[in-house]
């Protein structure tokens, strides 16, 4: 497993993601170096989003999490083996 994603993957992630939640704050992490040696996660990256907006009021933990997930579908069915989601209304 290479040891970090390449910043212009971490770029795209956050163009979809302010894009789709409009984020008062948005923290994206790779932790990618923390799981080396997962076969089943060789050349994919794990990554951590901790995102606050408005746009999760009134929402449960799941729907947040949805809606972060379909703005990186993409992602997640490519480069990205594992994400850490922390989606808070402000």
Same mark, same amino acid.
């Given at each position: 497993m290479p040891a970090?994603? &390449?910043?212009? %993957?971490?770029? !795209?992630?956050? =163009?979809?993601?302010? +894009?789709?939640?409009? &984020?008062?704050? %948005?923290?994206? !992490?790779?932790? =990618?170096?923390?799981? +080396?040696?997962?076969?089943?996660?060789?050349?994919?990256?794990?990554?951590?989003?901790?995102?606050? +907006?408005?746009?999760?009021e009134g929402l449960s933990a799941i729907q947040r999490h949805r809606l972060v997930y379909e703005a990186l579908a993409e992602e997640l069915s490519g480069p990205v083996h594992a994400l850490n989601v922390d989606a808070r209304a402000p």
């Open positions: 970090s994603a &390449p910043p212009e %993957l971490l770029d !795209t992630i956050r =163009s979809k993601l302010e +894009a789709a939640l409009e &984020p008062e704050s %948005l923290e994206i !992490t790779d932790d =990618s170096a923390r799981h +080396a040696g997962h076969r089943e996660a060789a050349g994919r990256f794990h990554l951590k989003v901790v995102a606050v +907006a408005r746009r999760f």
